[in-house]
């Protein structure tokens, strides 16, 4: 009797979690964090290829930063699936990283478009890509910088908003190649869905870039030189924002004057 109802537990279970997009997996995938054995490797080339057609458009029209776990899963069989699910398994403490993880919360935030934003670089016009915030963050980055707008006649834009998990890991399998097949290496690089304040709405993260196009990315001392960096500094606190990683830190993550995290106060 214990077994037919919990079979058909596992049956019920199943049926709701392929009614959900998921796998519920018979083993977890053990995946070489070090390399990816040969088999994963197939899997993985077979996962990137049936994945193109669905995400390429996307990162066209600049609606993949909100992909959904769904959208995802969908092209992929159960195996792919599986292997999908153990990369979302990962923790990056065990990678012996000290990136923190913040679940995957992103699929119920309530994401309003940035708008059409530019840059005048070397005398160019340049887009930049659509980008989606959460609608208190967007407000409140909204307020901050009329405010420095006011203030010192210059503003900065989004360069990078809310990146959902399910991209994240999209993003992370497609440089796994390129990263000798080394799980490690490649986290040394790109975050683990999860692991990303760009993916976590309550806490949500901006990469700023300035109106002249510039992002630090390349030399953060030139944008930790600018007046807008200075504003941050004494003024991002009222409107809720945060410095995530400033010189030092004590998580050991590269100095990132550009990419501030809300948290608005009481919180
Ligand atoms: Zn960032």
Known sequence: MTFRHSLSTARWLAALAAGAGLCVCASAWALNVDQLAEPDRRTLEAILQD?????????????AVLLSWDKLYAPLNQDQRAFLDAFRKLRGAS???TSHYF??????????????????KDGVVTPLDPQYLPRPVFEA??????????ELGR???VESGYRAPA??????????????????????????PGHSEHGYPPGQAIDF?????????????????????????????????VLSYPRNNPQGTAFEP????YEPPGQ
Not at 103 to 116: H, T
Not at 141 to 150: G, P
């Open 167 to 192: 991209y994240q890991l999209y993003l992370f399998l497609f440089y796994l190649p390129k990263h000798g097949y080394s799980i490690k290496e490649t986290n040394r690089f790109v975050a683990l």
């Open 103 to 120: 679940g995957e919360a992103g699929d119920s935030a309530d994401l309003v478009p940035v708008g059409s934003e530019t840059v005048l």
């Open 51 to 63: 994945l193109e057609p669905v995400i390429k458009p996307k990162q066209q029209d600049g609606s």
């Open 155 to 157: 503003r900065l834009l």
């Open 95 to 97: 990678l012996g990283a």
């Open 258 to 261: 550009w990419h501030w995290h």
């Open 209 to 241: 870039i300035n109106e002249a196009g510039i992002n630090g990315e390349d030399h953060p001392e030139v944008f930790e030189a600018l007046p807008e960096y200075e504003w941050l500094q004494a003024h991002a606190r009222e409107f809720g924002f």
């Open 141 to 150: 980055s909204s307020r901050m910088m009329e405010a420095m707008t006011e």
